[in-house]
């Protein structure tokens, strides 16, 4: 079936610190695999996407890698900033239906 | 465009009452999504429509819930009677249709219905 896993938060860093969240995957069909932010009181928004392997998903300082071989899809940021302080979550859609798999979610605070 | 709109953004009732969740799409998505977000499941599906019709309600945890979409432009979401354990954010989302996979496709969400049964 279709599953993502990502890294149990939560996560705090201090300012201008390196960010990685891990995400793998499970999937039927060629999946498209995507991060959304989640900001406080708000609806999730897409941060980015990439929809094949190897294709690297950017957006705001933060970079995905498509990884078909080890089924991951880590979220990155050399430096984070107070304002990216958020609830991020993996996601994942195949060509074979027309819905989202969403992890559970991984809650950032950056800390000035 | 003003985005996907639920309403209420705040529900707080009692056991046993009638919930009624409201959602407005973006005008011309075919897709409507309704999700549950709580500490303990993170986001779960419960229903997606398309063309307003019901395409997988497998998610929908039991009978108390049922979802509509009368016109492409309204949908609800309904618990009766509810129960503690439904307390949660409630978020529908909506999306053009055609392919997650082309590459201007995404889920467009609302910002949700943060609802608590007492």
């Known amino acids: 079936g279709n599953s993502v896993t990502q890294m149990e938060g939560p996560v705090t860093l201090s300012e201008e610190a390196f960010l990685t969240i891990n995400c793998t995957y499970t999937?039927?069909?060629?999946?498209?695999l995507f991060w959304y932010v989640q900001y406080p009181g708000e609806g999730l928004q897409l941060l980015l996407k990439?929809?094949?392997?190897?294709d690297k998903g950017s957006n705001k300082g933060f970079e995905a890698t498509y990884r078909k071989e080890t089924t991951s899809f880590h979220l990155e940021k050399g430096s984070v900033q107070v304002s990216d302080s958020a609830v991020y979550f993996c996601a994942l859609t195949t060509n074979t239906g027309n819905q989202f798999y969403f992890g559970t979610g991984t809650s950032l605070t950056v800390i000035p | 465009d003003a985005g996907v709109i639920q309403s209420p953004r705040h529900e707080v009732t009692e056991m046993g009452q009638e919930v009624t969740l409201r959602c407005k799409p973006i005008s011309g998505h075919d897709y409507l999504f309704w999700y549950r977000q709580t500490m303990m499941r993170g986001l779960e599906l419960l229903i997606y429509?398309?063309?307003?019709?019901?395409?997988?309600d497998s998610g929908m945890p039991e009978d108390r819930f049922s979802a509509k979409m009368p016109n492409a432009s309204f949908s609800t979401l309904k618990i009766q009677p509810s129960e503690p354990r439904d307390s949660a954010v409630y978020f529908c989302?909506?999306?053009?249709?055609?392919?997650?996979?082309?590459?201007?496709?995404?889920?467009?969400f609302g910002s949700g219905t943060q609802l608590s049964v007492l």
């Open positions: 989302a909506s999306s053009p249709g055609g392919s997650f996979t082309a590459t201007n496709e995404k889920l467009f």
């Open positions: 429509f398309n063309n307003n019709v019901p395409i997988d």
């Open positions: 990439a929809t094949k392997a190897d």
């Open positions: 999937a039927t069909g060629y999946p498209s």
